[in-house]
């Protein structure tokens, strides 16, 4: 029988990995719109499209994302734009009888202080990230839609955290990147120009994990083909998300290196320890999820030698 999926958000750097996974598989029409064709915060536009589509299957990967300064910047858009997003399409997709919906979310859903690594029970149990709050407390309402159309209606709705993510489709800005494509970018102008050293912020001490976008794709569609009865009994009803990543962590001054030898950069690396660090340590406790028979494939300085090939072959239109 032949699926009927949508993938919201499918142009993104998580969703159109989601795709690239689905595309492979023999018994799945994919259902998909960009920005023009369906705004996504107007809800008679959102009701409409899920009336008349007959969907199996959604994965919510649609999302307004950045990085600190934009969330600095325009905090009342990211809190905004990602309710109406994410109400709209839970609520159409229940009211048009979709059994089936993948909600992703963030790993800053936790709190800004909590246990390391942090597992699945940390949610809601301190302060947030002042930084990306109005983002987190978004996605903790996504989590918390989900469970709640589960516990009323008997939906299927389920949640997966991510890591860190980079990979194909990041976001490159100079401005608004996170941290591996805003890396990325800095020592490949520094290699083309000839530049001699490349500054980073911090000390270069704090720790990070790192998840290739293409293991997250593999991971989602694997957490929304579980069975009811092995999902519900890996989870709570009220604490059913899941956690996404590899376990292992690095530094950021060893991320940095990493960079510099995928990018080919040859000069000084030197660090500004004026700059802002972070937190010390951020790393998911993904032990629920490989429980349920599940773990990553790619490593690291794979990951980063892909993300960086993809850029290069992308670079016009990135700058533009």
Request: include cysteine; charge should be negative; proline fraction near 4%.
């Amino acid at each position: 029988m032949i699926k009927r999926i949508y993938v919201a958000g499918h142009r993104g750097m998580v969703g159109s990995a989601i795709v690239r996974q689905l595309q492979t598989q023999g018994n799945v029409e994919l259902i998909l719109r960009t920005r023009s064709e369906l705004n996504l915060t107007n809800q008679a536009s959102v009701n409409s499209f899920f009336e008349t589509e007959s969907i199996d299957q959604v994965y919510l990967a649609a999302a307004k994302v950045g990085g600190i300064v934009g969330n600095n910047t325009y905090p009342a858009d990211f809190i905004y734009e990602n309710l109406m997003i994410q109400s709209n399409i839970i609520s159409a997709a229940h009211n048009a009888n979709v059994q089936d919906l993948l909600f992703l979310g963030s790993s800053c859903i936790y709190p800004r202080l909590a246990k390391q690594p942090m597992a699945e029970s940390a949610l809601l149990t301190g302060t947030l990230e002042p930084t990306n709050e109005p983002y987190a407390i978004a996605k903790i309402a996504g989590i918390k839609m989900c469970e709640s159309y589960n516990r009323q209606y008997g939906r299927n709705y389920r949640s997966v955290m991510p890591t860190n993510l980079f990979g194909p489709h990041d976001n490159f800005h100079p401005e608004n990147s996170h941290v591996i494509p805003a890396l990325l970018r800095r020592f490949h102008d520094a290699k083309v120009n000839g530049e001699k050293e490349v500054i980073a912020w911090g000390s270069g001490k704090p720790m990070r994990e790192f998840l290739y976008v293409d293991d997250m794709a593999a991971a989602s569609i694997y957490v929304m083909n579980l069975a009811s009865d092995i999902y519900e009994a890996n989870t709570e009803l009220m604490l059913s998300h899941i956690n996404v990543g590899t376990g292992v962590d690095c530094t950021i001054r060893e991320l940095v290196e990493t960079v510099a030898k995928v990018t080919g950069f040859q000069g000084a690396i030197k660090f500004d320890i004026s700059k802002p660090d972070g937190a010390p340590r951020k790393l998911m406790n993904s032990s629920r999820l490989e429980s349920l028979g599940w773990t990553s494939a790619v490593s690291l300085e794979d990951g980063l030698a892909q993300t960086y090939e993809w850029y290069i072959q992308n670079i016009e239109c990135i700058r533009k």
